[in-house]
């Protein structure tokens, strides 16, 4: 594939010619347009003003003499309403006038030339202008950067996201512990509620865990991350932000599960989320926020050819206008309402895939949506991720994991885990889509969360084990389970893994439940 | 680990004890889904047209009833509601949901109401006798 250059080649410079003289307009017109100059033609001062009021433009050559408004007066006007950095003018003026040359200056002309117009030294004088004008607007765009904390949009957001899983949360908390304390004699509702505070209490935990993503704060704090990894840690971060009306799909093509980037984790979560929630703010109806991740060889356009990861947002909301498009990764551009966006969004997701040394492209398609493209080279490092820790003796070997779990974001964990660590996955979010699955394709261990509606981990594992009896089954639990399921059957020989684990227990624990039986726990335990 | 032995699908097992009862407003879908149920020799199937026939059946018989099939939208109460009201009562019956469009959040609740399993409409009677294959071994066990 081929994707344009993140941030187009800088489009041809435009250049407003004034002259009363439409010979005049016509030869520098030539001129210029043959040296890649976009030009405009106005024939006297009036019309002059007019066409810089209304279109962007880039420098204007303005000749002195003029008979409707003389350009002296239509430089002073233009001075009036823009400095002469945003809008450079050249004057054009004959030898003799050498006051008009210093009036001119006084007034804030940025250069002249006389007439006749020597060529080579008019087109180097504009070049000259238009060089010094984009250096400025780049000056002024880091300086923005700098000014503003460009964190500060993001984590606004976040926080209120943060805020309303948390209120969820206590409600949860707070309701089973008054029901725990309503029911001080009957010790089995007791142990009910207070099981249901502990699982409110892990979710908080893993909810942490997220936020922390944001508050690693170093400069730059760049490390070899696995961008699959990253995506699923900001999926769960954003679904609170989304709200209920947007559908979030996490597209991960088969290729691009290992690929790694050598950048900041934090800033690359800034970046999805920063692109995400304009997603969201395109779509006040709903929609569907797809991320894609997939692996894209680059021949021309992003700074360098080479092999890049390619980490996409798209959205099914308005699109942009095209002439917003060209200003969307301008420093305070919004097209929000005041007060909703700070502008400084897509300048952020800019910087940081140009330090990362890729690049950031934008399609879009009015009524149809919006794509963002974030590129950024691959490494061929892996992370000194937890899982990499992990020995060789203890990881897979291609086995098939038939993993149930309830809650998704557990499950994609244990998932990504297990698969990093060898293992074929089957996943299930509850026992009787277990059962599907355990019917229809070999299963070397099941891998069970304890508490689901209907069919919960013991009893999945007692139905499985009817047929194969030597099925090995790790329990995966939140609290003291052996106490508050004492009404159930543990099953013989049982593994359990407490919830929150580390890869490296899982590990531990699937190594030990596959090895061959009878095994020797302490030679696996190592 | 030792040699994978060869994997033998297990055999389908009998779905003639099984006893469903089905949830559905419209009555087209409703006997379709019954006239599957009995091709694939489930004998017992009791059928409501709304929600609240459905949780008279489930509170004067519980014991009739191996697995809710449910349909989504209805009116008066739907299928969510109902999958709540029944899991005051019910924690451990398999309670599926068949859906024409659902969208994530309803998914997600659900999910948190303790839903056992989604079929997506239009569905294959194998895909109804694979989930009902499922809820046989759990009524299996649990005999």
Known sequence: ?526 | MTAPAPFVPLKAPSLAELQVLVVDDQANALNLIKDMLKSMGVQSVFTAAEAAGALELLKERQDLVDVVLCDWSMPEMSGLELLREVRKTHKDLPFIMVTGTADPSSVLAAKDGGVSGYIKKPFSSEELRKKMSSVARVKAYRS
């Open chain 1, 1 to 526: 594939m081929s994707p344009e250059s993140p941030r187009d080649p800088a489009p041809p410079p435009r250049l407003l010619i004034v002259d009363d003289v439409a010979a005049n307009r016509e030869i520098l017109a030539r001129l210029f347009t043959g040296r890649g100059f976009q030009t405009l033609e106005a024939e006297g001062g009036r019309e002059a003003l007019e066409l810089i009021g209304r279109e962007r433009l880039d420098l204007v050559l303005l000749d002195v003499m003029m008979p409707d408004i003389d350009g002296l007066e239509v430089l002073r006007r233009i001075r009036a309403e823009h400095s002469p950095v945003a809008l450079p003018v050249i004057m054009v003026t004959a030898r003799t006038e050498s006051e008009d040359v210093v009036e001119a200056l006084t007034a804030g002309a940025n250069d002249y030339i006389t007439k006749p117009v020597d060529f080579p030294v008019a087109l180097a004088r504009a070049q000259t202008q238009i060089g010094r004008k984009r250096a400025e607007d780049e000056v002024r765009e880091v300086e923005g950067r700098l000014r503003a904390s460009q964190k500060m949009e993001a984590i606004g957001h976040l926080a209120g996201g943060v805020a309303h899983d948390f209120n969820n949360l206590l409600l949860v908390v707070d309701g089973y512990a008054r029901i725990a304390l309503r029911s001080a004699g009957d010790a089995a509702a007791v142990t009910e509620a207070l099981s249901e505070v502990l699982r409110a209490c892990d979710r908080a935990e893993s909810l942490i865990k997220q936020l922390l993503v944001f508050s690693r704060r170093q400069i730059v704090d760049r490390r070899i991350v696995r961008v699959r990894e990253a995506l699923s840690e900001v999926e769960a971060l954003l679904r609170p932000l989304l709200g209920a009306r947007i559908r979030l799909v996490l597209e991960v093509a088969p290729e691009a599960a290992g690929l790694c980037v050598d950048t900041d984790p934090t800033e690359l979560a800034q970046a999805i989320v920063n692109l995400a929630i304009n997603a969201r703010d395109a779509m006040p109806e709903g929609g569907t926020v797809t991320i894609g991740l997939r692996r894209a060889e680059v021949a021309d356009g992003v700074p360098t050819p080479g092999a890049y990861a390619e980490v996409s947002v798209t959205d099914t909301g308005s699109g942009i206008d095209p002439v917003a498009l060209t200003h969307i990764f301008d420093p305070f551009f919004t097209t929000k309402e005041q007060g909703k966006g700070t502008g400084l969004g897509l300048p952020m997701v800019y910087g940081f895939a140009q330090q990362s040394g890729g690049g950031v492209t934008a399609e879009t398609e009015l009524g149809t949506g919006s794509t963002f493209r974030v590129f950024l080279p691959l490494s061929d490092q892996q992370p000194a991720a937890d899982v990499t820790d992990v020995e060789p003796a203890l990881r897979g070997r291609g086995e098939t994991i038939l993993l149930v779990e309830d809650d998704d974001q557990l499950l994609r964990l244990a998932r990504c885990t297990l698969e990093e660590l060898g293992y074929q996955v089957l996943a299930a979010s509850n026992g009787l889509e277990a059962l599907e699955i355990e019917g229809e394709q070999p299963v070397d261990l099941v891998l069970t969360d304890v508490v689901m509606p209907a069919l919960g981990g013991f009893e999945l594992a007692a139905i499985l084990r009817e047929s194969r009896p030597e099925l090995p089954v790790v329990f995966m639990s939140g609290y003291p389970t052996r106490g508050a399921l004492k009404s159930v059957s543990i099953p013989a020989g049982a593994i359990f893994l407490p919830k929150p684990f580390k890869p490296a227990d899982l590990a531990r624990a699937v190594a030990r439940a596959l090895a061959p039986q009878p095994s020797n726990p302490e030679e696996v335990a190592a």
